[in-house]
């Protein structure tokens, strides 16, 4: 199905696991972008990419990694992960930058 | 500054009503574009409308308008004839300075009454 999906949907992980959120799109779109959702916060960048092998951080991004070796897949990796990394996280793509992103479904991460 | 402000955390709209959701923003650019999310209660997010700053009409998409006002830097959103399906959190965002990722607002919940 064409479209941008994430995976896994929901995930519970223990304080200092390593856990990667996978993000996949098939509109060959040149950028993508990864939010995180907190109440009270509204969405915040943590990081996005302009291509392949071309990456660049946003608002928060301390505590996590990406990678992009395919234009279509943009993993997002949380080395060692803290209670406040417990949040829903977006991944989104779009053709260029200054319109707008279309959102996959959202992943809801709990760290206990 | 806050690049992106919605002041109104929650609003409530009797159906069949007009609604209007604040968004003001501040930049310096001459040229950028607001955008409008809706996040009902699944979770997605719907990209809803767009306005470029130079567009000289307000723009609408089916029961969605921009009231724009360009001095003033905001772009309320307005939903006409309210249904029960736009109950949902309302995010107004915008690049942070040229070509960037979006920012987004704090987001509106709206809640429609029967």
């Known amino acids: 199905d064409a479209g941008i999906t994430q995976s896994p949907r929901y995930k519970i992980t223990e304080t200092g696991r390593q856990v990667t959120l996978m993000c996949h799109q098939t509109?060959?779109?040149?950028?993508m972008f990864w939010y995180r959702q907190d109440l009270g916060h509204g969405l915040r960048l943590i990081y996005y990419s302009a291509a392949a092998d071309i990456t660049d951080k946003g608002e928060v991004p301390d505590g996590y990694v990406v990678s992009r070796s395919k234009t279509e897949n943009f993993p997002l990796t949380l080395e060692s992960a803290t209670r406040s990394q417990t949040s829903v996280y977006f991944c989104a793509s779009s053709e260029s930058q200054g319109i707008e992103a279309f959102f996959g479904q959202g992943t809801r991460l709990t760290v206990v | 500054a806050q690049k992106i402000t919605q002041t109104q955390p929650g609003m409530f709209v009797q159906e069949k009503e007009a609604v209007t959701l604040d968004c003001t923003y501040d930049t310096s650019d001459q040229s950028y574009g607001l955008f409008w999310y809706k996040q009902p209660s699944s979770g997605e997010m719907i990209f809803l409308i767009y306005?470029?700053?130079?567009?000289?009409q307000n723009a609408t998409e089916g029961r969605y308008s921009l009231n724009f006002q360009k001095a003033r830097k905001s772009a309320n959103l307005v939903i006409s004839a309210s249904q029960l399906g736009d109950s949902a959190m309302y995010f107004c965002a915008t690049p942070n300075s040229g070509n960037t990722p979006l920012v987004f607002g704090k987001g509106t919940r709206l809640s429609v009454i029967a």
């Open positions: 509109w060959s779109h040149s950028y």
């Open positions: 306005q470029g700053s130079y567009d000289e």
